[in-house]
């Protein structure tokens, strides 16, 4: 991977909506729950602090790409990418060039739909292609894009 550009990251924290983080093992090892790294996140509006954010489901507004790793714990400080170029999680196969959206309800990204009867949020340009669920590819966050794509 070319490498990751901050133009823009924010200091946020996980909501005390997000599931608790699990360890496995000995030693422990991360498994579950939180804000995984590299995936999108919305603001949480339930709980009335601007800063608290939670993993984004299929087709919603993300305000960016969590930074912070493995995963982030409720009420635990992480930053979010606003704009430049990032990681980010994979929902499936995507092509170098692809807009992207949140696909899923984990927060991966996805090749946006064609234009068609249903809307959905870009969130920005594959720089990287992916093969699989779950691998990390380059992402150009592009706010200027984070509209309707298909109207």
């Known amino acids: 991977m070319a490498g990751e550009v901050s133009l823009f990251d924010i200091a946020c924290q996980a909501s005390p ?3 608790a983080l699990t360890f496995t093992g000995n030693p422990p090892v991360y498994t579950s729950g939180g804000i995984p790294q590299f995936v999108a996140v919305i603001e949480d509006t339930t709980t009335g602090n601007i800063n608290d954010v939670k993993v984004a489901t299929t087709g919603q507004l ?11 714990g409720p009420g635990q400080s992480l930053r979010v990418r606003e704009l430049g170029i990032s990681k980010a999680q994979a929902a499936g196969a ?9 696909a899923n309800s984990s927060g991966q990204l996805g090749t946006a739909p064609a234009a ?14 992916a093969t699989q669920a779950g691998d990390l590819f380059e992402v150009l966050l592009m706010p200027g894009l984070t509209t309707q794509v298909n109207a």
């Open 17 to 19: 909506n997000v599931t």
């Open 62 to 72: 993300a305000l960016g790409i969590a930074q912070d790793g493995p995963a982030t």
């Open 94 to 102: 995507v092509a170098y060039g692809d807009i992207v959206y949140v």
């Open 116 to 129: 068609g009867a249903t809307n959905v949020f870009a969130v920005g340009k594959a720089r990287t292609p």
